[in-house]
C-alpha cells in the first residue's frame, strides 16, 4: 500500500515537473509541485482516516448550525481514487444517515445516501462538485480535492503568514470553474494549505478558507480547525477535526451497502 | 395501484372510548413536555449513553381539500388530515455485543376519526455476525432503484398518506418478519420471511373520493389471509440477491406471496348481488441494475407478476399477471438542482381474454399501462429551502398525480413544510382521476429532538 502510495506521489510529482511553466532556480520546487505536494498532504495523509468533524454553519447574524459526523476515509492507491464513508451524530433529524462517496479524480465521483426512516439506499447523481456539502460553505470539492491539473498555477511570491513561511500561489481554472481564481498559502515545511481565497467572475473575493488549528497526529500533520467563510453572504462554517486517526487498517468492506445500512459501530463511535 | 374500493384494516391498537380526552390528552401532554427534558438531562446521566440513544419529534400535520365537494361519509368536511404526533425512537446498540435493538413509536390524535392512535411503526432485535446478520421483528423494506414507482419492492405501502401530505417515511409500513443478511464477495443476500400478510393502505371511505364499480352494494366482506401461524402455506417469502460487477450495481429479486391491494369476488360480475373481497396470490419474480452514465446516475428494473390464481387471465375479479418495466435518468446541475425523469409501464398479459371477461361497470385498463414521472428539486438558502415538484402522468389513462412542496429548516430541529397533492385526469375511473376532487394542500412542522 505505502510503495503504490509513494508511487502515485512520484508520478503527481514527475507530472507536475513535466506541466510546470513556472520554474525557479534549480533546485526549487515549480507552483505545479507545490500544489501537487499541498494536495497529497491534505487531502491524502495516512492510508486511511478517522475522524470525528463537528461542522459548524453559522449566519452573519450568529445563528449556529450543526452538522456532526464521523468521516472514514481510504486511499485506493494508484490514480488517487478514494472511499469516503460518513455516519451522522447530529442533527437529530439527520442522526443514523449515512454516505458513501466513491472518489474519482478524472471522472464524477458515485454517492450512496441511506435514509433510515424508510430504509432506502438512494444512488446520488454526482456532477454538482460545487454543491454545498450538507449545508456548509464547503463545497463537495473543498470536502475531497481537486486534480491539480485542472488549474494554471504560478507562485507569486514568498510570504510569512502569522509567523509561516509561505509559497503564495495563483490557480487559474483551465475549464469551467466555480471560481475564476484561487490563490493559496502554503506552508514552506509542511505544504499544508494554511489559506486560501476564491475569486469570483468580477474579481471579487468571495470565500476565504482558512486552516486555524495544525496538530500532529502520530507523525501526520493535519489541520483540525477548517474555516470557510463566505464573504459575501457573511456565513461562515467552522470544521474541528476531532478523535482523528490514520493508518487503522479499515477494511475495504467497510465501504459498501451493508454498512451503509448498519454503520459499522467500531468505526463510528 | 389498484383502483379497487378498499375498506380500512390495520394492525394499528385503538384506545377504547373511556380514554378520549381529559385523562389520555394530559397523558399525551405530559409525554410530549416530557420527552426532550429526558432526552436533554436525564440521558447523558447515564453511563451507557453512547450505546443508548432516544430520539424523537412533536409534529402537526394537516391537510384540507382544496374544495368543498366532499366525498360521502366525509366527518370533517374538507379536513382530509389533521393530526398531533408524537414519535420515540429508541435504539441500544452496546459495544463489543453482536445484539441490538430499535423500536420506533408513534403516539397520536387523529382529528377526523377524533380519536388516539399508538402506532407501532418498528422494533426488532438486532444480531450480528461477520458473514450474516438476523434481524427479527416489525421493519420496514424498501427495494428497487425506482422513485416512489415501485416493481420488485412487494412490501406495504400506505398510499393514503402519500395522497394526503404525510411525510414520505409514512408511506412504507412495517413488516412483522424475519430477514437474513447474508454477506459474500460472490453475492449478498437479503432473505425474508413475514408470517403475517399487511394490505396497502389506500385512499379510504370518507377522506378520499374514489372509484367504486359496484356502489350500489356498499357492504362486502374482506377476507384477509390467516396469518402463517395458523395456516403455514400463508408465509410471505421475499429474496434480494445484489452485487456489483464493474461500475453496475444489480440486483435479483423473488417474491410469494399475495397482491397487496384486494381482488373481489361476485356471485356475478354483471349483476351482483354479493360481493366480497380477498388478496389473491402472486409471485414477482425481477432484475435491477444502475450504474453512472450520461454524467448523471441510469436506473433499471424488471419485474413479472405471475398471478397465481388468474394464470388464464379469465378472472376479472383478479388482476391478470404482467411484465414492469422502468427506466429512470437522474441529473445533478450547479447550485443544488436535480432532475429525475422515470418511463414506467404495466404491460398485461392474457390481454385478450381480460377484454372477454371485463364486466361492463369496470374501468377498462390499456394493454401497456404506462407513466411518465418527473422530479426537481432546487435548495436554496445553504440547504435549509427545499423547493420540490413531482409529477406522474400516465400516458393511456391521461391522468395527473402533482406535488409540489416547500420545505424549510428554521432551525436544526424546527421543520416547516407546506405543498399541494394535485389529482387531475380525463376520466372519473383512473388511478388519480378518481382523486381529482381530492387536490389538498398540506402543512407540516416537525420539532426533532
New interface residues.
Partial sequence: MRTIKMLFVLSLLIFASFAGKVSFAKGELSADDIIAKSRFVFYYAGDDMKAKVLME?I?KDG?K??RELTMLRKNLGEGGNQKYFMYFH????V?DTTFMVYKYPD??D?RWLFIP????VK??????K???F????FTYEDVSGRKPDEDKHTLLRKETLNGKNCFVIESMPIGAS?YTKRISWIDETNFLPLKEEFYDKQNELYRQFEAQEIKDINGILTATKRVMKNIKTG?RTEATFQEVEYNLGIGD?VFS??YLR?PP?EWI? | MDTIDKFQINSKFQIPNIFYFGFSHWCLFGIWCLLPVIYHFLLPAFSFAEELSLHGFLQTNYSVRANDDNPQGAKQGNLILGEERAQLKASFYPQKSKIGMFVKSDFYHDWVEEDWTFDFREGYLDFMEDKFGLRVGRQIYTWGVGDLLFINDVFPKDWEALYSGRPLEYLKIGMDSLKLDIYSDIVSAEAVIMPNFQADDLPSVGRFHFFDPYPNIPNRELEKPDSAFEKFGNMEYALRLYRNIGDFEFGAYAYKGFFRTAGMKADNFNSPSTISQFYPELAVYGLSAQRSAFGGVVSAEYGYYDSLDDRNGKDPGINNSQSRFLVGYQKAFPQDFTVGIQYYSELMHQYSQYEDNLPPTFAKISELHQYLTLRLTKLLKYQTLKLSLFTFYSLDEEDFFIIPEVSYNFTDNLLGVIGMNIFAGAEDNTTFGQHKKDTNIYVTVRHSF
Fill in positions: 454553519l449566519n445563528q448550525r450543526i447530529k442533527p437529530s433529524d442522526k471522472r464524477d458515485d426512516s424508510i430504509n432506502l444512488r446520488i447523481a454526482a456532477n454538482d460545487y454543491s454545498s450538507v449545508g456548509s460553505d466555480e456565513h468492506d451497502e451493508r448498519r459501530l463511535r
